[in-house]
T-cell receptor, first 113, second 113 residues
Framework: QQQVKQSPQSLIVQKGGISIINCAYENTAFDYFPWYQQFPGKGPALLIAIRPDVSEKKEGRFTISFNKSAKQFSLHIMDSQPGDSATYFC????????????FGTGTQLKVEL | NAGVTQTPKFRVLKTGQSMTLLCAQDMNHEYMYWYRQDPGMGLRLIHYSVGEGTTAKGEVPDGYNVSRLKKQNFLLGLESAAPSQTSVYFCASRIGIAYNEQFFGPGTRLTVL
């Protein structure tokens, strides 16, 4: 089974700080790399996604950095807010086979005041 | 537009009992997925469907069966529940091959005693 390795497992950041979560993938055929955000008791929701033809994508306070040669990508949350406290999952998928998403194990982020 | 809905929200089963989880989407999506979420393991794909009348195995299909008789519904069945199937189950749907975003339902928390 192709894996997506995610770290750290948990993260505590002060309000206004930068949260950084990292993921590494194995399958070079993956061509879609999303980050999902999940609040307690809810289903995951797409936060931001990137394709391997760009090295960075920014949407508001959220940025994905992508390193194709290292097979790594990361999520940066600038000016972290208490409302960002949630579990974040990275994922990867390729063409065919229903474009299945392979998820990382999740990072529990807590933003403290 | 309700999005993706799941029935029931909670269920407790005894070992050996059977049950069916229902996922419904009103977005006319072609692709549908069933995941299970366990602590520290992220989301793992059980089965998926790329259209009405089609199903395929995911990463952890053993002990589960699925059916997609109608485009809007995707059913997940447990024929003989085991304690190892205690988990939170999420259904997701996706427009089709052109768009990658998966929309998740609110989840079903299943406990098998």
């Amino acid at each position: 089974q192709q894996q997506v390795k995610q770290s750290p497992q948990s993260l505590i950041v002060q309000k206004g700080g930068i949260s950084i979560i990292n993921c590494a993938y194995e399958n070079t055929a993956f061509d879609y790399f999303p980050w999902y955000q999940q609040f307690p008791g809810k289903g995951p929701a797409l936060l931001i996604a990137i394709r391997p033809d760009v090295s960075e994508k920014k949407e508001g306070r959220f940025t994905i950095s992508f390193n194709k040669s290292a097979k790594q990508f990361s999520l940066h949350i600038m000016d972290s807010q208490p409302g960002d406290s949630a579990t974040y999952f990275c994922a990867s998928s390729g063409k065919g086979g229903g474009n299945k998403l392979t998820f990382g194990t999740g990072t529990q982020l807590k933003v403290e005041l | 537009n309700a999005g993706v809905t799941q029935t029931p929200k909670f269920r407790v089963l005894k070992t050996g009992q059977s049950m069916t989880l229902l996922c419904a989407q009103d977005m006319n999506h072609e692709y549908m997925y069933w995941y299970r979420q366990d602590p520290g393991m992220g989301l793992r794909l059980i089965h998926y469907s790329v259209g009405e009348g089609t199903t395929a195995k995911g990463e952890v299909p053993d002990g589960y069966n699925v059916s997609r008789l109608k485009k809007q519904n995707f059913l997940l069945g447990l024929e003989s529940a085991a304690p190892s199937q205690t988990s939170v189950y999420f259904c997701a749907s996706r427009i089709g091959i052109a768009y990658n975003e998966q929309f998740f339902g609110p989840g079903t928390r299943l406990t098998v005693l």
